[in-house]
């Protein structure tokens, strides 16, 4: 999906903010949760491989940033207010703790939205549009 929406979606307008289709975005998962080949080029769009993207991270069992992690982090951030070395050092130490399944998919996924916002005079996606999309996913 991300390589598919790095080719097509980078430069969409509205990229994450427009739902695509109900109807594409269940037939895709579909096919995905089955198993099978998915050709996003013949048989997507990029506003249903956005949004079925969004749905994936909303779905995971266990957010990317567990409980635990967020309460430290925000525990940090009230403790390292001042201290912005002190707050970077910690807040490293908390991204260690994360299973390392969580720190590839926040890797990965922090690379490409890092490429959304590079053509955000295009898109309109910000990292603070991007933050407002993803936040909730991410920190549930």
């Known amino acids: 999906m991300v390589e598919y929406l790095e080719i097509f979606g980078l430069q969409r307008v509205g990229i994450f903010r427009i739902s695509g289709s109900v109807n ?5 998962k579909h096919k995905y ?3 099978e080949k998915v050709d996003l080029i013949n ?6 491989v956005a949004s079925l993207l ?9 957010a990317v940033f567990p409980d635990n ?3 430290g982090m925000l525990k940090t951030f009230q403790e390292h207010r ?3 070395t002190e707050c970077i050092k910690n807040l490293r130490q908390l991204l260690n703790c994360l299973p390392k399944a969580h720190q590839n998919l926040l890797q990965f996924l922090a690379a490409f939205l890092i490429k959304v916002a590079t053509y955000s005079a295009v898109n309109c ?5 991007l933050a407002i999309v993803f936040g909730p ?3 549930k």
């Open 24 to 28: 594409k975005i269940k037939e895709l």
């Open 33 to 35: 949760n089955q198993g």
């Open 43 to 48: 048989h997507g769009d990029v506003d249903s």
């Open 54 to 62: 969004k749905q994936f991270l909303n779905e995971l069992p266990v």
């Open 69 to 71: 992690v967020c309460d």
């Open 82 to 84: 001042i201290n912005t």
């Open 125 to 129: 996606m910000t990292l603070d549009n």
């Open 137 to 139: 996913a991410l920190f």
